[in-house]
Nanobody, 128 residues
Framework: QVQLVESGGGLVQTGGSLRVSCAAS????????MGWFRQALGKEREFVAG????????KYADSVKGRFTVSRDNAKNTVYLQMSSLKPEDTAVYYC?????????????????????WGQGTQVTVSS
């Protein structure tokens, strides 16, 4: 059974930085396409960043481009989201997601329907 466990969320002031991690276990293959999504109160879950299987190509939502960095450590089955220059509008529950099944090596998947497993979420709150 695949499990994703996020960690590293918390409270930070505007302009601050935070790194959230997602450790995967129970995988049947060594690498999978993974993504980060977030859901603010009363809003739909939205794509934040993703990383491909092959050569770890990243992709970002326009709202976080230049401020967030996604990376992965395949040896640890862990994906990271480094967040900098945080804004109050970044406040949300952040979820990591993993895609199983057929995957294009250089594709970054951006839809919630593209992913098969989800973590429990970690709260990120940015105070003004």
């Amino acid at each position: 059974q695949v499990q994703l466990v996020e960690s590293g969320g918390g409270l930070v002031q505007t302009g601050g930085s935070l790194r959230v991690s997602c450790a995967a276990s129970g995988l049947t293959r060594s690498t999978n396409a993974m993504g980060w999504f977030r859901q603010a109160l009363g809003k739909e879950r939205e794509f934040v960043a993703g990383i491909s299987v092959g050569i770890s190509i990243p992709k970002y939502a326009d709202s976080v481009k230049g401020r967030f960095t996604v990376s992965r450590d395949n040896a640890k089955n862990t994906v990271y989201l480094q967040m900098s220059s945080l804004k109050p509008e970044d406040t949300a529950v952040y979820y990591c997601a993993l895609r199983s099944g057929p995957t294009l090596l250089t594709m970054v998947y951006t839809r919630t329907a593209d992913y098969h497993y989800w973590g429990q979420g970690t709260q990120v709150t940015v105070s003004s």
